[in-house]
């Protein structure tokens, strides 16, 4: 049986493709990869819980030993992450990783804006200039995120200002996401240079988006693009940092993103980048994605860190 390394182990997606992966089968053997390995319980006797931490890469290549195939949840460090997914590939070749299965964002290409992107499209071009199998899986963005960090704060003011411009998107579910990751890992070899777009099941508009979140939330939203600018001078006047700093307080929304990136990817989609809409979850899992107003109903009343916390 492959044995699968999955690394950010203490994170909520990762956690949640080991709960699916064990779920399927008790025995399966694992081995959970994170900087708090205490924050890991409930272990059997097939699950391995090993220390590794992206500022500290030489603890990698032993983390990794014994693995076949890697789940690589991407970093945060926007703009340095590059190079820790890059010391991380490399930890798993020496390790004896045969397979990566990597976690990226929708719409990467040259030329997209996103800071986030940027990132991704270096880490996909080390993935296949490595010699290793790889699948990348393209997360469009989460509708989590659009239910707790938009859409929320927006029915409480009745406005939602951003500057996607009238781009489109298809928000996915993250449990989507961990639903496709899982059958991917189950069977790494059908997936072998497969590039995925993991989206949701519908295109939507800005508008599409503030309709749906009017009708669940029971509060009138209306939508106003706005210019970086004047999206810079809100983040600024509610003291958002402007780039990431690991040790960042949580938002009162609760998550760790900087503006320069929220703003970039807010361009990207104004832009066009983020309006893809693939059947590849379907196609993965053979089911049906989530819809955003199933989403939207799921996460009412929920901040966006603990989402998922009794999953």
Sequence with gaps: MTRIVISGASGDLARRVAQQLL???PLRELILVTRTPASISNRGSNVVVREGDFERPELFEEAY???????L???????????EHRNAIEAAKKAGIGHIVYTSVGGVQSGNPALSAVDHYQTEHDLRTSGLAYTIMRNSLYAEIVGAIWLAPA????????????????????VDVARAATAVLAEPARHTGAVYEITGPDLLTM???????????????????????QRLEFFDSVGMPRTYDPNMPLSPEGHMWASDELISAEVAVARGYQALLSGHVEQITGQRPASLRTVLESVKDVRYDLIGSSA
């Excluded at 949840?73 to 190079?83: C, D, I, K, P, Y």
């Excluded at 009745?158 to 993250?174: T, Y």
């Design 207 to 229: 508008t599409d988006i503030v309709r749906l979140g009017s009708e669940v939330l029971g509060s009138e939203i209306s939508y106003t693009p706005v210019s970086e600018q």
């Design 155 to 174: 029915a409480r003011q009745g406005n939602l200002q951003m500057a996607a411009g009238n781009g489109s998107l298809a928000p996915v579910s993250k």
């Design 65 to 71: 030993r014994g693995g076949d195939v890697l789940l």
């Design 73 to 83: 949840v991407s970093g945060l460090n926007l703009g340095r992450r590059t190079l």
């Design 23 to 25: 779920a399927a089968d």
